[in-house]
T-cell receptor, first 111, second 111 residues
Framework: KAGVTQTPRYLIKTRGQQVTLSCSPI?????VSWYQQTPGQGLQFLFE???????NKGNFPGRFSGRQFSNSRSEMNVSTLELGDSALYLC??????????FGPGTRLTVL | QKEVEQNSGPLSVPEGAIASLNCTYS??????FFWYRQYSGKSPELIMS????GDKEDGRFTAQLNKASQYVSLLIRDSQPSDSATYLC???????????FGAGTTVTVRA
């Protein structure tokens, strides 16, 4: 069974731009979660989607948003990028409340 | 109080020794507990999950859970240089629909 895939793997943007990241979960997994990982803050929860509904949201500004499609694929968007948004963005999927599996991540650099 | 706390690192152990990692959590209704391993620049990889009090062994890894004490641990026996990584403790609280992660403990195995 194929794992979680994320595109793109690397991204360089400048301040003020916006970015969209994509995640395809493991087949049969309906839950997709997004995390931001930085050296200083560790792994921080952004939001979780299940059957196209956002079930939980972390403590991030409104510039961070996401959505999930009917095929369970998910996207997250960051608008008006700031230098501090440079991070590894991880997507994880799971069937219900079971084990969560991570994708390879998208490394975002904001210049 | 943080939801999930791990013993501060870094932890340096000689090759062949036992590495002991500890984790405490704050929410008593937590039901599922996981250990992830993360190599530098890579995404977290699941190595152990535990749901019931007691020990669970998988190869050189043993996870221990004590719900009364709200404590989870991971033992790595016969540590190898390839075990050098950051280990993340994660706790699932169903009502929040999210996994809460500790800050991680970095383990270095000296050859």
């Amino acid at each position: 069974k194929a794992g979680v895939t994320q595109t793109p793997r690397y991204l360089i943007k400048t301040r003020g731009q916006q970015v969209t990241l994509s995640c395809s979960p493991i087949s049969g997994h309906r839950s997709v979660s997004w995390y931001q990982q930085t050296p200083g803050q560790g792994l921080q929860f952004l939001f979780e989607y299940f059957s196209e509904t956002q079930r939980n949201k972390g403590n991030f500004p409104g510039r961070f948003s996401g959505r999930q499609f009917s095929n369970s694929r998910s996207e997250m968007n960051v608008s008006t990028l700031e230098l501090g948004d440079s991070a590894l963005y991880l997507c994880a999927s799971r069937r219900n409340t079971d084990t969560q599996y991570f994708g390879p991540g998208t490394r975002l650099t904001v210049l | 109080q943080k939801e999930v706390e791990q013993n501060s690192g870094p932890l340096s152990v000689p090759e062949g020794a036992i590495a002991s990692l500890n984790c405490t959590y704050s929410d008593r209704v937590s039901q599922s507990f996981f250990w992830y391993r993360q190599y530098s620049g890579k995404s977290p990889e699941l190595i152990m999950s535990i749901y019931s009090n007691g020990d669970k062994e998988d190869g050189r890894f043993t996870a221990q859970l004590n719900k009364a004490s709200q404590y989870v641990s991971l033992l790595i026996r016969d540590s190898q240089p390839s075990d050098s990584a950051t280990y993340l403790c994660a706790v699932n609280t169903p009502r929040d629909y999210k996994l809460s992660f500790g800050a991680g403990t970095t383990v270095t195995v000296r050859a």
